[in-house]
Nanobody
Framework: VQLVESGGGSVQAGGFLRLSCAAS????????MGWYREAPGKQREMVAT??????ADYADYVKGRFTISGGNGKNFYLQMNNLKPEDTGVYYCHADVTVAPTVESSWREEAWGQGTLVTVSS
């Protein structure tokens, strides 16, 4: 399974962006989708995750501003509103998937996107 992000860019504080993650592959379904980010000089951290058909979980610093959605098909999204300079970083989408090419054979695997840069200026 491969994930490709899009939608990053540069915005001013208070602006918004919508990140998209397109999943492709053969005979798979998404169990859990998520967005993570790497701020400059920091480790990768969770921004938002959501089990397919379940309830989203958000990092405290994005609650009320970011919304994760999608997963019924092969794409999912992160709507980011009221962006702050501290939201700057590389955003990665992640999926935990079940691959089932045949009725008798299935397995779980994880996939990461290549990352998309979000820059928020003050």
């Amino acid at each position: 399974v491969q994930l490709v992000e899009s939608g990053g860019g540069s915005v001013q504080a208070g602006g918004f962006l919508r990140l998209s993650c397109a999943a492709s592959g053969r005979a798979f379904s998404i169990n859990t989708m998520g967005w993570y980010r790497e701020a400059p000089g920091k480790q990768r951290e969770m921004v938002a995750t959501m089990p397919s058909g379940g309830t989203a979980d958000y990092a405290d610093y994005v609650k009320g501003r970011f919304t994760i959605s999608g997963g019924n098909g092969k794409n999912f999204y992160l709507q980011m509103n009221n962006l702050k300079p501290e939201d700057t970083g590389v955003y990665y989408c992640h999926a935990d998937v079940t691959v089932a090419p045949t009725v008798e054979s299935s397995w779980r695997e994880e996939a990461w996107g290549q990352g998309t840069l979000v820059t928020v200026s003050s």
